[in-house]
């Protein structure tokens, strides 16, 4: 029987971002879940498994630190990549202070980018 690929979801408003990841990712080798929003990224955690997340910090509504934040008060343990176009000190800090496997500036390197996906699967699985 063979092991499924990991599940990666990528959560970006922006939907050509979240098409450009998930060609980029799955040509690694992952299985990848787009949401142009925060909160159908919640949902589907709420029943769905996810290995790792890749979340965009800056998006209406829910941003990438307010979903990573709900994902710990609901008690799900999915590691999250923050890629951000719009980097400060303090956003990174907030971030890493809450959690993040990695902070990434868009256009994220894509060896870095998949290099953090691996990192959150590994941590998780420990």
Do not use: W
């Amino acid at each position: 029987m063979t092991q499924k690929p990991p599940l990666i979801a990528v959560v970006d408003d922006e939907a050509c971002v979240c098409k450009a990841l998930e060609r980029l990712l799955k040509s690694a080798g992952f299985d990848v879940v787009t949401f142009t929003g925060g909160a159908p990224f919640l949902k589907f955690v709420e029943t769905g498994r996810v290995d790792c997340a890749v979340l965009d910090l800056h998006m209406p509504h829910l941003s990438g630190i307010d979903v990573q934040l709900k994902l710990g008060e609901a008690g799900k343990r999915v590691p999250v990549v923050i890629v951000t176009g719009q980097d400060t000190p303090e956003s990174q800090q907030r971030v890493m202070d809450a959690g993040a496997v990695a902070y990434l500036r868009k256009p994220a390197d894509d060896e870095a980018l998949v290099e953090a996906v691996e990192k959150g699967i590994s941590r998780n699985k420990s």
